[in-house]
């Protein structure tokens, strides 16, 4: 990906099976995820715009190579994920594609529903919620670390009209991200909220145009990325694993993650660099010798 905004699809192979009825018929196979290259930031764009960027197996199985992919990429810092159009962010499970076998692919041993709800991803994970973001969708959502979310975005787990249950995380993410009587309303009543409830209760850091969104969100990825990558990384990684420890065991995971940190390169670099007045040069290493 030379081109700074290159656009790539990454799924070909997962979705051929589910593409070769279309390719048969001489109908281009859709693409279920599409990714641009900006700088240091990966934009990952859920490609179902006629199905409400549901998840079904292809597009699962493509997330899943994709997120894993980006965890070793060095020169990504940062990634942002949203859906294609306006209408919905995701809408959750393709059911159609449940009912017809593909429902191991969507959960994925590994991470979780569509490959990313219970990934543990160490680098900065921004939602870009362009639209309706239910039940699955939602999900996804709590799985980012920021939100930035179309004025006209919704969010909620309606499962329990359905007697089903948001067993993808929304029940174990929500009341952290929220206080226990909003998380519970929304997971009791199934209904939804819209953007500006979203802001208020703190599910999302800004509400903006849609026609903005992806720019607002992109820079605040900038923002993130003019940091030291490690310094970020491990500063996500502190507050995340300290939620559930004591003041002390905290303590000692603190030293732990920050002790390297400290004799990173771009430790070195950051000092050297305000000493001379200039930007510093991130390298993403650890060690003089450039190890990661």
């Known amino acids: 990906m030379s081109d700074?905004?290159?656009?790539?699809?990454?799924?070909?192979?997962a979705a051929a099976g589910a593409a070769g009825g279309a390719a048969a018929a001489g109908a281009a196979p859709e693409e279920?995820?599409?990714?641009?290259?900006?700088?240091?930031?990966?934009?990952?764009?859920?490609?179902?715009?006629?199905?409400?960027?549901?998840?079904?197996?292809?597009?699962?199985?493509?997330?899943g190579a994709i997120f894993d992919e980006l965890s070793e990429a060095p020169e990504v810092w940062a990634v942002v994920l949203t859906g294609t159009g306006d209408r919905a962010f995701c809408a959750g499970m393709d059911l159609k594609a449940f009912a017809t076998g593909e429902v191991e692919d969507i959960l994925s041993a590994k991470g979780g529903f569509a490959g990313i709800a219970a990934r543990n991803f160490a680098k900065p994970l921004i939602g870009a919620v362009n639209g309706a973001a239910l039940a699955g969708g939602f999900e996804i959502v709590?799985?980012?670390?920021l939100v930035v979310?179309?004025?006209?975005?919704?969010?909620?787990?309606?499962?329990?009209?359905?007697?089903?249950?948001?067993?993808?995380?929304?029940?174990?993410?929500?009341?952290r991200r929220v206080?226990?009587?909003?998380?519970?309303?929304?997971?009791?009543?199934?209904?939804?909220?819209?953007?500006?409830?979203?802001?208020?209760?703190?599910?999302?850091?800004?509400?903006?145009?849609?026609?903005?969104?992806?720019?607002?969100a992109l820079a605040l990825a900038a923002v993130i990325c003019a940091?030291?990558?490690?310094?970020?990384?491990?500063?996500?990684?502190?507050?995340?694993?300290?939620?559930?420890?004591?003041?002390?065991?905290?303590w000692e995971l603190n030293g732990e993650l920050t002790t390297p940190v400290f004799t990173s390169s771009d430790a070195f670099e950051g000092v050297v660099a305000f000493a001379e007045g200039r930007p510093p040069v991130w390298t993403g290493t650890w060690a003089e010798d450039g190890s990661e």
């Open 149 to 175: 979310a179309a004025d006209h975005a919704v969010f909620g787990i309606p499962e329990v009209k359905r007697g089903l249950v948001a067993a993808g995380g929304g029940l174990i993410r929500l009341a």
């Open 4 to 13: 700074p905004t290159e656009t790539t699809g990454l799924g070909r192979a």
């Open 142 to 145: 709590l799985a980012c670390d």
């Open 32 to 63: 279920p995820v599409v990714r641009e290259r900006h700088g240091h930031v990966e934009l990952v764009r859920l490609n179902r715009e006629r199905a409400r960027n549901a998840i079904d197996g292809p597009m699962a199985r493509a997330l």
């Open 227 to 250: 940091n030291a990558p490690l310094a970020v990384r491990a500063s996500k990684e502190l507050m995340k694993r300290s939620l559930d420890l004591t003041e002390e065991e905290a």
């Open 179 to 216: 206080p226990r009587a909003i998380a519970l309303e929304l997971a009791l009543t199934g209904d939804s909220i819209d953007a500006q409830r979203a802001l208020a209760c703190g599910l999302v850091n800004r509400v903006v145009p849609g026609e903005r969104l992806i720019e607002e």
